[in-house]
């Protein structure tokens, strides 16, 4: 009589909050090809599910914040020119695939969201001109390229070229709505 038995090899199986990659705190900075807006500093923070951890797609949830000059000339009353700083906050939700075995892994990713911002608005009454900010937000697109450097295989140092689209003609972005920018940061999983 012969018996058979079945041997099964087992990998190890991720836990779910081994597949968690939080917090990614990165800093950069981000050049804006609106006629209306300058440069500034951007502060990218986000929470990452990855189906692998290398070689597959993964699901990123960014907000981020960033500011800029403006200067607005094109008003609708009688004063000549308006110039502040602004503040926006980007929530974006997206799709991305990382490739690579070794300690040096590539990031493609595009994600989609929402601008948050305030904008100056000036109203004349008689002979007195009121500015006030009203807030605002727009659609937005992000396409990202990145490259990531693995201390372990939990934590990694990144560098990401990103590209953003702003899909309206107002505000802000009467002339252009694209900017491009990039950010150092660091990544590790929540276990």
């Known amino acids: 009589m012969?018996?058979?038995?079945?041997?099964?090899?087992?990998?190890?199986?991720?836990?779910?909050?081994?597949?968690?990659f939080l917090p990614a705190i990165d800093f950069g900075y981000m050049s804006h090809?609106?006629?209306?807006?300058?440069?500034?500093?951007i502060v990218k923070t986000s929470i990452e599910y990855r189906f692998r951890n290398n070689n597959d797609f993964f699901l990123r949830l960014n907000y981020d914040t960033h500011s800029a000059e403006y200067i607005l000339d094109?008003?609708?009353?009688?004063?000549?020119?308006?110039?502040?700083?602004?503040?926006?906050?980007?929530?974006?939700?997206?799709?991305?695939?990382?490739?690579?075995?070794?300690?040096?892994?590539?990031?493609?990713?595009?994600?989609?969201g929402t601008r948050l911002f305030s904008y100056p608005n000036a109203d004349q009454t008689g002979g007195t001109i009121n500015i006030e900010q009203d807030n605002?937000?727009?659609?937005?697109?992000?396409?990202?390229?990145?490259?990531?450097?693995?201390?372990n295989p939990k934590a990694a140092l990144s560098l990401d070229l990103f590209q953003s689209q702003i899909?309206?003609?107002?505000?802000?972005?009467?002339?252009?709505?694209?900017?491009?920018?990039?950010?150092?940061?660091?990544?590790?999983?929540?276990f």
Do not use: H, P
């Open 2 to 20: 012969l018996i058979a038995i079945n041997c099964f090899c087992q990998s190890k199986q991720q836990t779910f909050g081994e597949q968690i």
């Open 33 to 41: 090809s609106s006629d209306q807006l300058s440069g500034g500093v």
């Open 74 to 112: 094109d008003l609708s009353t009688t004063t000549n020119i308006i110039k502040g700083k602004a503040a926006f906050t980007d929530i974006l939700m997206g799709l991305g695939y990382r490739m690579g075995e070794s300690k040096i892994r590539g990031v493609v990713m595009m994600q989609a």
């Open 136 to 151: 605002n937000s727009i659609f937005t697109t992000r396409t990202t390229l990145g490259l990531e450097y693995y201390f």
């Open 167 to 190: 899909w309206g003609n107002r505000d802000f972005w009467i002339s252009q709505g694209s900017a491009v920018g990039f950010s150092i940061g660091l990544i590790t999983a929540l």
